[in-house]
């Protein structure tokens, strides 16, 4: 079955294992079809390469490496790879099929997104990133064709490590203009790529959300190439200018052109959204990054407005070269004045928020809410405020790495210096899966319980596996999953039972074929029989209709004809006893009578016909002569 031309594929089984229902998707590198695993009964996407790239050993190499790797990430804001392999000449992957729309498809149907929903979806989008991140694992190619929308509102990216193997492929039409578009300056370059190339790319995705269209376009791929190199982007604001700053700063820093001026870690660029959603500015490295990012295009003149008085004529004559080191001066003032006004509010006076005893007071500070934010920037923020602080994990249902408890509460006034205890959760705690596969069910049930697993057990008929025996199982033995997860485990039937065909009456090679192609081995008998001509079959075992393993034997018993008995010499025996042997043998007796002249020889038989010793078939007429006076 070929994926590259145009038969229908519907229907037909892929590799044995997946029923293909429709095509779903298709791009430069592969084609994506919804398929049903007929073993775990589940609705899979299958991500077919086109032909003309599986005659490159490098590049299945690559792919087959990249997808290994993919397969190892276990996140809910990650689309799941369930297999891959080789079959009918193609390379595919299986993976989770997903009910919902590309970002892709939201921005094009819906426009621009509402910041609160933008935050939402880049949050859920950094959480991803995150995860593979700590992994070494680089995406490459983030972009909104890779992120999906559930219906729910979740949000789930593909395509881990493997865009990295197309990445050779920058002339071919149809695969490059949707990745250039979002391309890091170092991956224009060619250059290498950690996480600050996907942190850009966050960055260009969230300035579509928020604009409706991507920062940068041209008439190819290469000219869109440079322009991540050479050209600074348009402000978000100045298209869309609703958009709040502090969110426009926050694209600015992520999309400098130089690395080391981005965010360094998903962690650090989801903590300044995670300000923005909650009201709070963004952090003094992100107001100075993002205003070198905005003013530096020479080409444009930006007047910052000036410290002290001085002539209007001086101001207008400003070098406009030299004008963006005012915003990013004005911008450091800004942050220092708002650190003197948090310490002012909540270490200075507060109006009966602190207590004095004796010649000391203890002034009272709030404690900020940390709920939800990330470990490291929760750590940061306590710091700051000169509090001191404890880290403790635990396993939890929450996102890894974020902040499910404080103690004290948020809101409680507390000396300067406290000691405050936050909880970090760990994430569900991962349990190595135990190998179920090839043992028997029974055993193996308790110990997946044991290791904190759920278990489900279906069943399928297997000319293979013993009955009672695990014939694969998901997650596969090895890998790690959540504690509390489910463990499907396929558990064999035994051989298939199939329907005895009926063969009575058929020739020995007709009956044959007949059994055979049903699934069955054939072992022949023979017998005589009187009623059914020879080479015929009249009888089988087991009976038409019977159910049987498929690949056990059938036994057919074929008619040698009617018995052939030899005639008995009963020349000299009474009519009577001549008649009684002869049907005991299974002769019809006809008899005849002949005139003799000795009374001893009346009622005597005087001859047999046929004679004595010839063979006839069971029922045959056998006469006899008998004398008579």
């Known amino acids: 079955m ?24 298709a791009g430069g590198m592969a084609r994506v079809f919804l398929a049903e695993d007929v073993d775990l009964h589940r609705d899979v996407a299958i991500k077919v390469l086109h032909e003309r790239f599986a005659e490159d050993e490098q590049f299945v190499e690559r792919f087959s490496r990249e997808a290994r790797a993919a397969a190892g990430l276990n996140h809910p804001n990650i689309v799941a790879v369930y297999d891959r392999g080789h079959a009918d000449g193609s390379y595919y992957i299986a993976m989770e099929y ?5 970002l892709k498809d939201v921005i094009t149907k819906q426009g621009p997104v509402q910041p609160k929903r933008a935050i939402d979806i880049a949050l859920q989008l950094l959480a991803a990133l995150r995860f593979a991140h700590r992994r070494d694992v680089i995406h490459r190619d983030v972009k909104p064709q890779n ?4 219906r729910d509102g979740r949000v789930k990216v593909a395509d881990f490590g493997i865009a990295r193997a197309g990445d050779s492929d920058m002339t071919e039409a149809g695969s490059i203009v949707g990745t250039a578009q979002y391309l890091s300056p170092e991956q224009a370059r060619g250059q290498h790529v950690g996480p600050e190339s996907d942190l850009y790319s966050v960055g260009v995705v969230l ?14 791929a290469v000219a869109i190439a440079m322009k991540h190199v050479q050209e600074p982007p348009i402000p978000p604001s100045r298209i869309e200018p609703s958009i709040p700053p502090e969110l426009e700063a926050i694209v600015l820093r992520a999309m400098q052109k130089d690395a080391t001026r981005r965010y360094h870690s998903a962690d650090e660029m989801g903590l300044d959204l995670d300000r923005v959603r909650k009201g709070l500015g963004v952090s003094p490295a992100t107001t100075v990054m993002a205003a070198n990012e905005a003013y530096a295009d020479t080409g444009r ?8 008085s001085r002539p209007a004529a001086k101001a207008a004559t400003a070098p406009p070269r030299r004008t963006w080191p005012w915003i990013v001066v004005l911008a450091l003032l800004a942050a220092v004045a708002g650190l003197a006004a948090y310490v002012f509010l909540n270490l200075g006076d507060s109006g009966g928020s602190s207590t004095a005893t004796t010649a000391t007071t203890s002034t009272l500070v709030a404690v900020p809410d940390l709920i939800g934010f990330p470990a490291e920037g929760a750590t940061g923020i306590l710091e700051e405020a000169g509090f001191e602080v404890v880290e403790v994990r635990r396993f939890s249902a929450r996102p890894k790495d974020n902040v499910i408890k404080q103690e004290p509460a948020a809101g409680e006034s507390v000396p300067f210096g406290t000691e405050i205890t936050i909880t970090i959760s760990d994430g569900i705690e991962q349990v190595d899966v135990p190998d179920a596969v090839g043992k028997q069910y029974e055993n193996v049930e308790p110990v997946l319980k044991a290791a904190g697993f759920k278990v489900t057990r279906r069943t399928r008929a297997s000319d293979d596996v013993a009955a009672g025996e695990v014939i694969s199982q998901d997650p596969a033995a090895g890998t790690t999953a959540d504690k509390g997860s489910e463990v499907i485990l396929v558990v064999s039937k035994g051989k298939a039972q199939v329907t005895v065909p009926n063969v009575i009456n058929q020739s020995e090679g007709d009956a044959r074929s007949e059994i055979e192609g049903a699934g069955f081995d054939v072992a022949v008998e023979t017998a005589p029989s009187a009623t059914i001509g020879a080479g015929l079959v009249i009888d089988q075992d087991p009976g038409p209709g019977d159910k049987a393993e498929r690949g056990s034997t059938v036994t057919i018993v074929v008619s ?3 018995v052939q008995v030899a005639v008995p010499d009963v020349v000299g025996q009474t009519s009577a006893d001549a008649t009684t042997e002869l049907e005991a043998l299974g002769f019809n ?35 006899i002569v008998v004398g008579r006076l």
Not at 208 to 217: A, D, I, K, N, S
Not at 596 to 622: F, K, N, Y
Request: proline share 10%; glycine share 10%.
């Open 98 to 102: 997903l009910d919902g729309d590309t």
């Open 560 to 562: 040698t004809g009617p």
């Open 207 to 220: 300035y579509e959300m928020l604009c409706g269209r991507v920062p940068f376009t041209g008439d190819s």
């Open 147 to 150: 992120v999906m929308v559930l």
């Open 589 to 623: 007796v006809v008899p005849q009578t002949t005139v003799v002249v000795d009374p001893a020889q009346v009622d005597i038989v005087q001859s047999v016909d046929p004679p004595p010793g010839t063979r006839l078939d069971e029922g045959a007429d056998v006469t």
């Open 301 to 308: 003149t930006m007047v910052a407005p000036p410290v002290m």
């Open 2 to 25: 070929s994926f590259d031309d145009h038969t229908t594929i519907e229907g037909r089984l892929f590799d044995g294992r997946y029923r293909i229902v429709r095509r779903i998707g």
